[in-house]
């Protein structure tokens, strides 16, 4: 079972092992493990390659609605694997304890199989080494996205003010309007409807104005997606 699957007694977070690898450094990871119930729950973790990897601690007993943070360590390579994939495997196994049961003193047959009716649950974690350049690539276009944010929000503050001062004067023009037929000018009247037809026409090309600014407003451009890893 995968972390976050439906799992019913805790939650790892992330659901993946995630490293910088580069060659003769060590590399860490933290996993958040979180107890979903009112019981004591246990967890041990365990290593297709326990010879590369530092995990601390690997064994443990959660207490009821806590949690706790696990650190593992990817030992110093000497060499990088085949196109950066790694085929390591981590399962993080769980189950009930009874209350106030110290981690010293977990029997040696807690995290076994069996058909006496115990909850025990297991979750799978894969593993992923990421290069040095390409964490630092991901970074450096952040970086540039958010030195050019302050231009952006610059323009488009400048548009909505055109907008907002396009809309006041349509107020102004209506009330102007209203005011006219309020006095009693006649429809009849020549210069009533040449007035009439002019207000008109500028509201009609405010609003259109205005829908323009609307519609023509820039939209943040997104973060870059990081590229798909595969195993």
């Known amino acids: 079972m995968t972390a976050g699957g439906g799992n019913q007694l805790i939650a790892v977070h992330p659901d993946e092992l995630k490293f910088i690898f580069e060659l003769d450094k060590q590399s860490y990871c933290d996993l958040k493990v979180v107890n979903n119930t009112e019981h004591h729950v246990a967890f041990k973790v365990k290593t297709t390659s326990p010879k590369k990897y530092f995990v601390r601690p690997n064994t443990g007993v959660v207490q009821p609605w ?9 030992q110093a390579q000497r060499e990088y694997p085949t196109d950066m994939q790694c085929r390591d495997k981590f399962l993080l196994q769980s ?9 010293d003193e977990l029997p040696p047959d807690t995290f076994n199989k069996d058909s006496s ?3 025990l649950e297991e979750c799978k974690l894969r593993v992923l080494y990421v290069h040095p350049s390409a964490q630092g690539n991901s970074e450096e ?3 540039k996205l958010s030195s050019q944010s302050p231009d952006l ?6 548009l909505k003010d055109e907008r907002d001062a396009a809309v006041q004067q ?16 006649r429809k009849s009247s020549p210069e009533f409807s040449l007035t009439f037809a002019f207000v ?7 609003i259109g104005f ?4 609307t519609f023509s407003s820039p939209l943040p451009l997104p973060l870059p997606s990081p590229s798909p890893s595969t195993e």
């Open 66 to 74: 806590d949690s706790c943070v696990i650190r593992v360590t990817l």
């Open 95 to 103: 189950t009930t304890v009874p209350p106030h049961t110290d981690v």
């Open 117 to 119: 009716g115990k909850t």
């Open 141 to 143: 276009e952040a970086s």
């Open 153 to 158: 929000n610059t323009e488009l503050q400048s």
């Open 170 to 185: 349509t107020s102004q023009l209506q009330k102007e309007l209203d005011m006219m037929k309020r006095r009693g000018y």
């Open 200 to 206: 008109v026409g500028l509201i009609g090309i405010l």
């Open 210 to 213: 205005i829908l323009k600014l």
